[in-house]
């Protein structure tokens, strides 16, 4: 079972950084690709970046975080991690960390936390 807990979100200021963590209370994290979504106020729940559990597989990225984000996990550690950096007020939004499987190349969630929420100030 999967059961996963955010941590890091905040107010920060456009320009600087933030790490966004992800651990996994389950018994199992074997075998799971981890991803985060997000959901801005007023908008859809929209995907950000996932790792598959295959360490060959390179990460992917949504296009408006591509460059400034970065994805890892520890499956040591059963956790997932979320660097974002030069962060601008449209990024503000609550970050959901996920797991689940790539489906003909698409990441695709099973599971969700409750989310963490990222405010970026101008």
């Known amino acids: 079972q999967v059961q996963l807990g955010e941590s890091g979100g905040g107010l920060v200021q456009a320009g600087d950084s933030l790490r966004l963590s992800c651990a996994n209370s389950g018994r199992t994290f074997i075998g799971y690709s981890m991803g985060w979504f997000r959901q801005a106020p007023g908008k859809e729940r929209e995907f950000v970046a996932a790792i598959s559990w295959s360490a060959g597989s390179s990460p992917t990225y949504a296009d408006p975080v591509k460059g400034r984000a970065t994805i890892s996990r520890s499956n040591a550690n059963m956790s997932v991690y979320l660097q974002m950096n030069s962060l601008k007020p449209e990024d503000t939004a609550v970050y959901f960390c996920?797991?689940?499987?790539?489906?003909?190349?698409?990441?695709?969630?099973?599971?969700w936390g409750k989310g963490t929420l990222v405010t970026v100030s101008a």
């Open positions: 996920t797991a689940g499987q790539y489906y003909s190349g698409s990441y695709g969630a099973n599971y």
